[in-house]
């Protein structure tokens, strides 16, 4: 075990068998300490005339300390696969592959607990923040109780010392005047301050890995930039490690270290900040790096968009998903999907024409 309490590679790979590194190389090779891996995840949904395929097999892993960007356009299956990490999917969803967490240092299937340990988990290891704050906050009680009710969830401790551990976790997410502040309803703070609200009742019980699922979406954009500035402070401080998912291309380079990319279900793209925005290799990546407006953007030139449109989810094709939007298309990509293939260290993309290792 390495001092950080995670594991080594050697080790992360006498735990989980050769078969972790399928064909050469493995997309964790890079990560000294795996906290989180989505092995072979799918989910899909039951629905007339097919079942509807909103998650199709993906692969990652999220090293401890580090924030992964899951990034994808509306309806890509961002928000199911959070949701598949988390068990909080409704029960008519089928789950396929492994959620491996690597809590105090003991690796688990998330997918095979129970709903029991699954409970005692959420909450306190694990933690997730939505984009509205308003949907997930009792509109009846005062938030000081309401960080003050997750504290005593996870610890056996008086209603006092919850409610004084409440108020600190609310001063740590920098509310002003926060023994006064706990007092007030949801409905008397302003959208900035619920979503801080939030953020210190997910960080209350100090948890490994923080799920944000656009967590800035519904702010404007100078509220947006204190928030992102505060989770980034939050890391630091507590070593959090965060898979946080946004369509914004501009906010997950301000928070990721490294980014998936997703499209119609798949995983399309993975690797460091720098290889998706400096590099990116995937026919999908560059359209949506094309497709978002940056300082240099001229107003009289129109952004480039990408043509046609998503695939229903209940009829993807066999091959790739992009592929009928595909400038660069060959027969081989409707043919079967690609391999998701490493270009360099790190960096992997799902497409036999960018990157001919997919092919194999
Ligand atoms: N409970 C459900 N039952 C049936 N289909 C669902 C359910 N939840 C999600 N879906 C479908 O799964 C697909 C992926 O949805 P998801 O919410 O993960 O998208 P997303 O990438 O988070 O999009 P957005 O950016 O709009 O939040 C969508 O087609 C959605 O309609
Ligand atoms: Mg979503």
């Known amino acids: 075990m390495d001092v950080n309490g995670g594991f080594t590679l050697s080790e992360y790979i006498l735990r989980n068998g050769p078969n972790s590194q399928p064909c050469g190389r493995h997309w964790a090779d890079n990560i000294e300490a795996v906290l989180l891996e989505l092995k072979n995840l799918s989910v899909e949904f039951p629905a007339s005339p097919r079942p509807l395929l909103a998650v199709r097999d993906i692969s990652f892993a999220i090293g401890k300390g580090e924030v992964l960007g899951l990034v994808g356009e509306s309806g890509s ?3 199911v696969t959070s949701l598949a990490i988390m068990r909080l999917l409704p029960p008519q969803a089928i789950v396929r592959g492994e959620v491996r967490f690597a809590s105090n240092n003991a690796p688990q299937n998330l997918l095979s607990l129970s709903p029991e340990q699954m409970r005692l ?5 694990i933690s997730m923040i939505f ?34 551990r409440a108020i600190e976790s609310l001063r740590e997410v920098a509310i002003p005047d926060p023994e006064r502040r706990a007092r007030d309803y949801p409905h008397q703070l302003s959208g900035g301050m619920r979503q ?15 799920i944000a699922d656009e967590p800035t979406t519904a702010l404007d954009v100078t509220i947006q930039a204190q928030i992102l500035d505060l989770l980034a402070d939050l890391r630091q401080k507590f070593g959090l490690t965060m898979l946080f998912i946004s369509h914004d291309l501009a906010v997950v380079s301000k928070v990721a270290d490294r980014v998936a990319v997703m499209y119609a279900g798949s995983l399309i793209e993975l690797g460091s ?15 949506l790096l094309k497709a978002a407006p940056t300082l240099k953007t001229e107003r009289d ?10 695939p229903s989810l209940q009829s993807v094709p066999a091959g790739c998903a992009f592929e009928p939007r595909c400038e660069l298309s060959i027969a081989a990509c409707a043919a079967s999907l690609p391999a998701l293939a490493e270009i360099s260290p790190g960096h992997w993309a799902r497409c036999p024409v960018t990157n001919p290792a997919a092919a194999l």
Do not use: C, W
């Open 77 to 79: 299956g961002k928000s």
């Open 121 to 125: 988990l959420r909450g306190s290891r």
């Open 131 to 164: 984009q509205e704050p308003m949907t997930a906050l009792n509109p009846v009680m005062r938030v000081g109780e309401q960080v003050a009710e997750a504290v005593r969830a996870h610890n056996r401790i008086s209603k006092r010392e919850s409610l004084e």
């Open 196 to 210: 801080r609200v939030m953020i210190a009742m997910a960080i209350v019980n100090r948890p490994e890995l923080l």
């Open 273 to 287: 900040k720098e290889d998706i925005f400096r590099a990116p290799a995937h026919p999908y990546t560059r359209g």
């Open 301 to 310: 030139h129109p952004l480039r968009t990408i043509e046609g449109t998503v």
